[in-house]
């Protein structure tokens, strides 16, 4: 993992220092809150609903043992004792008073950590595959270039003023679990003719309320030309990207409305003309980053022991089934630990809990996590000799969940229960579905079903994207929730199509519950998922079983 | 025709804890809404709301709020307005921890 050098480390203090008397001038009344937000915004420093929010950024979602314990320990100093992972792979803590926040900042600087750029109209954190380093389908790992990406943009002179926020999401294998997509410029290695590892460079994706799907800008760019040419992407962004219109700024109504072929011949030149700068400075930090991501030291024992608990265990069984995914190294296994109990909020993690999972992370996990961007904590690298262990102590921290990828495996972004921006609430929807599917105990029957919420056309909960996406609206003054169906946020990325009207919240889960249990007299066979179904029988079927009374009313 | 003013009351979140706060008649302010001033003029609203904004050492985003008179003070009409009474809904924390 890479580890902060001096120059981080300086930087990062000093920032925190900065902040501190930002903050002692908004309390002593020298500075009005319209002089101070831009400045708590550039520190990732929230105002929401009930409270203080502060966005710490994960950086490609990857953490130590250590830096997850003084998250812990964040959690129970200055907040509730919890913290909330979100889906661009950042934790969020929800009750932060403003003086104690620049003491935050400074326990966070202590674990090579920060909150800079989680917010405002800058390069934000860069997210990246949460098996990165582990999947067993990886070219490589992506991991040193978001690095390279995170040093470069942060506190970029050119691009701290952007029209608009701007998200970059990097993934190493060809089955893109990044989303890579749905981001203002998405990296997906791939290899060229050659068989040399390159990136295909996707801009103009993003959701919200303008949701567009990535197009590709280059097939294939060499390695060495992607930091002087996401700077050109970035640089022709800045000039020609609107500044009118807040709705109209993202990267993805620029490409819109300008065409590629313009944006190709403008990012062209621009790169010909900074490219030479760079030098090979870049190349250099890039191997020197790399070296800092080398591999961990994979040992060679008998697995002999993960088969026998399996057959003895069927409730382990059943986890490793759902909560293991191949990794590239023999004996091992990529553990996802689901933060989606059912009834829970989902990505919520108590203190104790992080604390149990960093103790597993040092002792079975050559001391690493990930936060993904469906709010799941990763272990990329356990043995499967260390599983049945590993799931005792998850058993114990009420974090043995074994749903993922399954119907309670929700994305839910916080809604109106924080944030100020949300037309309704989304966490307590995701909690009622993900009970509800527990108490029919038919989830592991569904299958694969990517359910997101999100609680305003924003879209933080990606549900664009999701198998069912799930839209919390203000409806004249009540909550009401629009069903998207068809979604998919993968390679093949899709945006799903609005099924008809909303539902109100006492209707929402019903609703849901009739669509996946039709579905299963829907499709082929149990091998077929719900995408798979939709994709073959498009909307009409499930459009009748949503809205069953106006279908009568037409045949009337 | 202009709209007809429907009451208000004045609430901010409270500079340091960044909760809830709503104006009383006798400029404090209340962490709970029922002690709030219910605005039934139209320029009257308008010039609290400039005195809100002039305590920007004591609150932050100060703004008009749709109220009703209820049996023990002003209540909200709309839902945003009466979690901020409350608090979120998936654990007891903030304001319904607080006051009950």
Redesign the interface.
């Known amino acids: 993992m890479y580890v902060y050098n001096d120059f981080d480390e300086a930087f990062v203090r000093e920032r925190v220092a900065q902040f501190r008397g930002q903050v002692e001038r908004r309390i002593d009344g020298s500075l009005t809150e319209d002089e101070f937000k831009p400045l708590r915004l550039m520190n990732g420093l929230y105002l929401q609903l009930h409270a203080y929010m502060l966005r710490v950024a994960v950086p490609y979602g990857t953490l130590n043992a250590a830096q997850m314990r003084q998250l812990a320990y964040i959690a129970d100093r200055w907040d509730k004792g919890y913290g909330h992972f979100t889906t661009r792979q950042n934790i969020q803590y929800n009750w932060p008073k403003l003086q104690d926040v620049p003491d935050m900042l400074e326990a966070l600087a202590d674990v090579g950590m920060h909150a800079i750029q989680t917010s405002g109209n800058t390069i934000r954190n860069v997210t990246a595959d949460h098996f990165a380093g582990a999947a067993m389908d990886e070219i490589e790992d992506p991991r040193p270039i978001a690095e390279l990406l995170r040093q470069w943009s942060t506190d970029h002179p050119e691009f701290q003023f952007l029209p608009r926020k701007f998200k970059i999401a990097v993934t190493g294998s060809e089955n893109d679990r990044a989303v890579t997509k749905a981001h203002d410029i998405g990296l997906r290695m791939v290899r060229n003719d050659a068989g040399e590892p390159g990136f295909e460079v996707i801009v103009g994706g993003g959701l919200g309320r303008t949701p567009m799907v990535g197009k590709v800008l280059r097939d294939f760019l060499p390695k060495a030309d992607l930091l002087p040419y996401c700077e050109a992407i970035v640089s022709v962004y800045n000039l020609l990207g609107r500044r009118d219109n807040k709705y109209k700024a993202r990267i993805k109504i620029t490409v819109h409305e300008n065409g590629m072929e313009k944006i190709r011949d403008l990012v062209d030149a621009r790169f010909a003309e900074i490219s030479k700068g760079f030098a090979g400075h870049d190349q250099a930090l890039l191997e020197q980053i790399t070296a800092s991501f080398a591999p961990p030291a994979f040992v060679i024992k008998s697995t002999d022991g993960f088969e026998a608990a399996r057959l003895a265990n069927p409730a382990f069984r059943s986890w490793t089934d759902t909560n293991l995914s191949p990794h590239k190294a023999d004996g091992y296994a990529i553990v996802s630990i689901s933060i989606k109990k059912h009834g829970a909020t989902p990505g919520d993690a108590t203190s104790d809990q992080m604390r149990v999972m960093a103790d597993l992370a040092a002792k079975y996990g050559h001391n690493e996590l990930r936060i993904s961007h469906a709010q799941n904590v990763i272990l990329p690298h356990v043995h499967k000799s260390d599983l049945a262990k590993v799931y005792a102590a998850l058993r114990e921290a009420d974090l043995a969940t074994a749903n993922i990828g399954l119907a309670s495996d929700i994305i839910a972004c916080p809604g109106m229960d924080y944030c100020a921006l949300a037309t309704a609430r989304s966490i307590p929807i995701a909690q009622d579905i993900a009970t509800r599917f527990d108490e029919l105990k038919i989830e592991h029957d569904i299958g694969q079903l990517k359910i997101k919420i999100s609680g305003c056309i924003n879209a933080c909960g990606h549900h664009h994207v999701g198998h069912i996406g799930i839209l919390g609206l203000d409806r004249a003054g009540v909550e009401n929730y629009q069903i998207t169906l068809g979604g998919d946020g993968t390679e093949t990325t899709t945006i799903g199509e609005r099924a008809g009207p909303g539902f109100s919240a006492d209707e929402i889960v019903p609703a849901i519950e009739r669509l996946v249990t039709g579905y299963l007299d829907l499709r082929k066979d149990a091998d077929e998922t719900f995408l798979q179904t939709y994709r073959r029988l498009g909307m009409a079927p499930f459009k009748t079983i949503l809205y069953p009374s106006e279908d009568k009313a037409d045949a009337a | 025709m202009a709209r007809k003013f429907t009451p208000k009351v004045i609430t901010a979140?409270a500079?340091?804890?960044?909760?809830?706060v709503w104006l009383t008649e006798d400029d404090r302010w209340t962490r709970d809404i029922r002690e709030a001033e219910l605005i039934t003029d139209e320029a009257h609203g308008d010039l609290r709301l400039l005195e809100a904004q002039a305590r920007?050492?004591e609150i932050?985003?100060a703004y008009l709020a749709d109220a009703v008179a209820g049996r023990n003070g002003p209540e909200p009409?709309?839902?945003?307005e009466a979690?901020?009474t409350r608090?979120?809904?998936?654990?007891t924390?903030?304001?319904q921890a607080e006051l009950s």
Do not use: Q
């Not at chain 2, 009409?77 to 945003?80: E, I």
């Open positions: 979140n500079l340091l804890g960044g909760d809830a920007a050492h932050a985003g009409t709309h839902f945003r979690f901020r608090g979120p809904s998936n654990y924390h903030g304001k």
